[in-house]
């Protein structure tokens, strides 16, 4: 999207997602999001790509933000216009350096033999991609994807 979202357009429709940060349950995140933007009727492309990202960012929370911690990893999702925004957010460790967290291969945790790819990932699959973080603090990231047309709109 070039344009950011309208914020001042009322949403249309909501879910907020709340669980403990187990990697089972990424999976419960990943159907609940995608049951969620199923009702604006997107190409299953469209909806595998917003899966997949939700899965990277789900996996981020659980793996990088809480390290094998307890904790818990909160979604909310909401539609406006055709446009599908999903916030993924957990309380862990925080990104030190997002602009070096965003560099394709690079892992917080090599030990763990991950691939570095997630956030290009996410990057690759949304419209638009937004990581606020505070070490120590926790980690939100915001992504949005446009999955029906606007209204009005041709």
């Excluded at 403990?20 to 349950?25: D, L, T």
């Excluded at 009727?41 to 990088?64: G, R």
Aim: net charge negative; hydrophobic share 40%.
């Amino acid at each position: 999207m070039n344009q950011p979202l309208n914020t001042k357009v009322a949403v249309e429709n909501y879910l907020r997602l709340q669980f403990p940060a187990r990697s089972e349950n990424e999976s419960l995140a990943r159907v609940a999001v995608a049951s969620f933007a199923a009702q604006l009727d997107p190409t299953m492309e469209q909806l595998t790509e917003l899966k997949t990202a939700v899965s990277e960012a789900v996996t981020n929370a659980i793996i990088h933000g809480y390290e094998d911690c307890p904790g818990e990893v909160r979604i909310e999702c909401s539609i406006r216009e055709g446009v599908v925004e999903i916030v993924v957010e957990d309380d862990g460790v925080g990104i030190a350096d997002i602009a070096q967290a965003k560099q394709p291969l690079y892992t917080s945790r090599p030990e763990l033999e991950r691939s570095g790819m997630g956030i290009t990932i996410m990057e690759n699959f949304v419209d638009e991609l937004v990581i606020e973080s505070i070490p120590e603090h926790g980690t939100k990231v915001r992504m949005r994807k446009r999955m029906a047309p606007a209204p009005n709109r041709q």
